[in-house]
């Protein structure tokens, strides 16, 4: 299972909860933290496509700008992709707020390599009822506010690249079987983002559980009991 995270590019959370999300399978990551793509989205599928088996089909998991990336990585190289786990992500921004929400992550991106720690930190605990709802471990809570900073550069110019993506022209041509997470309650990606997946991928199966943009973490071990028997059917 190759684990793709989101715009801060570090995969410390998402790996935290692999276990729990997949626990039949050994998980590792791509690591873009620092990654400019200056190359664009397909840039960083295809470095990620490197870290897959050349031979045996893996499972891709992305998790909101990383699903753009999962997404571009199976139109690349389709039979290098047994199945697309895509975890609060989109194929077109489906609203105004959610791309000025964008807007407002890159803006705190710049801002938030110039302040100090402490500020820095209230940032992060102003975000989270956004980020992670309630009713969360303590544990979550901490690998949230320390998670590592976001390298402004690589941050900003990601957040501009999801404000262009578009997949909608090519989403129907991806017969790849995908599972679909989205929050209820989620400012950043809506849930209609997810729907509109859903919709235009021809193999894709949706679950919109209560929660914001992590939901897949606050509520890891229960998407991981529906993950399951979704890749029992897969015959894995």
């Known amino acids: 299972m190759l684990v793709i995270p989101g715009l801060n590019g570090h995969p410390g959370m998402l790996m935290q909860a692999a276990p729990r999300l997949f626990?039949?399978?050994?998980a590792y990551a791509f690591n873009h933290h620092t990654d400019q793509a200056l190359d664009g989205v397909e840039g960083l599928a295809e470095r990620a496509l490197d870290l897959l088996d050349p031979i045996e089909p893996s499972f891709v998991c992305g998790e909101s700008f990383g699903g753009t990336v999962a997404l571009?990585?199976?139109?690349?190289?389709?039979?290098?992709?047994?199945?697309?786990?895509?975890?609060?992500?989109?194929?077109?921004?489906?609203?105004?707020?959610?791309?000025?929400?964008?807007?407002?992550?890159?803006?705190?991106?710049?801002l938030?390599?110039?302040?100090?720690?402490?500020?820095?930190?209230?940032?992060?605990?102003?975000?989270?009822?956004?980020?992670?709802?309630?009713?969360?471990?303590?544990?979550?809570?901490?690998?949230?506010?320390?998670?590592?900073?976001?390298?402004?550069?690589?941050y900003r110019r990601k957040a501009?690249?999801?404000?262009?993506?578009?997949?909608?022209?090519w989403l129907s041509t991806l017969q790849t079987s995908t599972f679909i997470v989205s929050g209820r309650w989620d400012p950043v990606v809506p849930p209609s983002?997810?729907?509109?997946?859903?919709?235009?991928?021809?193999?894709?199966?949706?679950?919109?559980?209560?929660?914001?943009?992590?939901?897949?973490?606050?509520?890891?071990?229960?998407?991981g009991?529906?993950?399951q028997p979704w890749a029992h059917s897969l015959r894995i």
Do not use: C, K
């Not at 786990?85 to 991106?109: D, Y």
């Not at 729907?195 to 973490?217: D, I, K, Q, W």
């Open 23 to 26: 626990p039949r399978w050994h």
């Open 72 to 110: 571009t990585l199976a139109r690349l190289a389709p039979r290098r992709v047994r199945g697309l786990i895509l975890l609060s992500t989109f194929g077109w921004h489906p609203s105004g707020l959610a791309r000025r929400g964008v807007r407002a992550l890159a803006l705190w991106s710049f």
């Open 112 to 154: 938030g390599g110039r302040v100090g720690l402490r500020m820095y930190r209230a940032g992060r605990l102003a975000s989270m009822p956004t980020q992670l709802g309630f009713g969360f471990s303590g544990e979550l809570l901490r690998s949230y506010l320390e998670r590592p900073r976001a390298d402004v550069a690589a």
């Open 160 to 169: 501009e690249l999801s404000l262009t993506f578009d997949a909608r022209p």
């Open 193 to 223: 983002a997810g729907r509109e997946l859903s919709r235009l991928l021809p193999n894709a199966e949706l679950h919109t559980l209560n929660g914001g943009h992590l939901v897949h973490l606050v509520h890891a071990d229960a998407v």
């Open 225 to 227: 009991r529906l993950i």
